[in-house]
């Protein structure tokens, strides 16, 4: 007996393969014209970023770099001056001490600042009320969003030396007035007290998030193998906390080597060049005197530094640092 299927008359397997394969080439360019139409909605959405970007920052930074080699003064024409921008910057005992101002204020405010930050986010994760804890992180983190300019202004009145409030304060227990603003030791001082007291509340929050990742069963277990009180932080938080603290160093690094609201409106760089930092110089050089090109040139200068410090660090990130 066959088996043989019977098709109707005038349609043949060739005929309804030749039906369908339009129907599947219809398809994929519905699929096609969907992929390309979201690739569409997608620069949509990110053009306005982009280009907020290329003008904003891109542009700048290149125009900034190419104007390191000119000489202008905006008055005149630039003058193409090779490499001469740099030479000067670099013999100018002004820009040094800028610059080695700004390495000194970076070694001591980063570790006061990453130090403050780490005890009291310690402090914060211990057990208390729900209410006051939500208290000392706003109170930690509300110097963040105040004007650097504003603090800086009203800090000076409190560390004035003949009406300041602190020596004030001090004269009650018997101590003579301290000069803050007029001897190098103390502007200095100063200036690394409102910086750190001011941004220290970011590196606060960054710590809070790391210590909320660590898990309770990691405490629990240290404490089984007698890892209480300050072994559990040095042998179990530092070292899960690693990540965060890298993160953190990084970007307090790079926002400490561009440090200049609170010294300019505190001291002016005073007394002499003691508190003056590498930006103020920059600004000095391009709005005070006009010299545009150094200023490129000292802002190219000091862009190396940032990315070398930065390269550093996730360099030895790779021994210091250890991820779970």
């Excluded at 803050?180 to 200036?191: I, R």
């Excluded at 103020?280 to 190396?304: D, K, N, P, Y």
């Amino acid at each position: 007996m066959s088996t043989t299927t019977r098709r109707p008359a005038g349609q043949s397997g060739k005929g309804a393969a030749g039906k369908a394969m339009p129907a599947a080439t219809a398809g994929r360019n519905a699929t096609a014209k969907s992929r390309q139409g979201q690739r569409w909605l997608a620069w949509i959405f990110l053009a306005p970023t982009i280009l907020g970007m290329g003008l904003f920052t891109l542009i700048p930074i290149v125009a900034s770099v190419v104007l390191a080699f000119f000489r202008w003064d905006i008055i005149s024409a630039p003058t193409f001056v090779g490499f001469d921008n740099f030479s000067e910057v670099v013999q100018d005992p002004t820009v040094r001490v800028s610059f080695l101002n700004t390495i000194l204020f970076v070694v001591v405010a980063v570790a006061l600042q990453l130090g403050l930050a780490l005890a009291l986010a310690i402090m914060v994760q211990e057990k208390m009320p729900s209410w006051l804890r939500v208290f000392f992180r706003s109170a930690f983190f509300f110097p963040l969003i105040l004007s650097a300019a504003s603090v800086s202004i009203f800090m000076r009145y409190l560390f004035n030396e003949q009406f300041g409030v602190v020596n004030w304060f001090l004269s009650l227990v018997g101590i003579p007035a301290v000069p803050w603003l007029t001897t190098p030791g103390g502007s200095a001082a100063v200036v690394i007290l409102v910086y750190v007291w001011q941004n220290f509340g970011f590196s606060f929050l960054l710590f809070i998030g790391g210590l909320a990742s660590i898990p309770v069963e990691t405490y629990e277990a240290a404490a089984i193998d007698g890892a209480t009180g300050w072994r559990k932080h040095l042998h179990v938080t530092l070292p899960l906390l690693s990540p965060t603290t890298l993160v953190a160093s990084v970007m307090a690094i790079i926002s400490a080597l561009q440090v200049f609201d609170q010294p300019y409106v505190l001291t002016r760089g005073g007394p002499g060049d003691s508190t003056r930092t590498a930006v103020m110089v920059i600004f000095e050089s391009a709005f005070q005197r006009l010299e545009f090109g150094q200023a490129s040139a000292i802002g190219v200068l000091l862009t190396l530094i940032i990315m070398a410090i930065t390269a550093a660090q996730f360099r030895l990130s790779k021994r210091f640092v250890f991820y779970q």
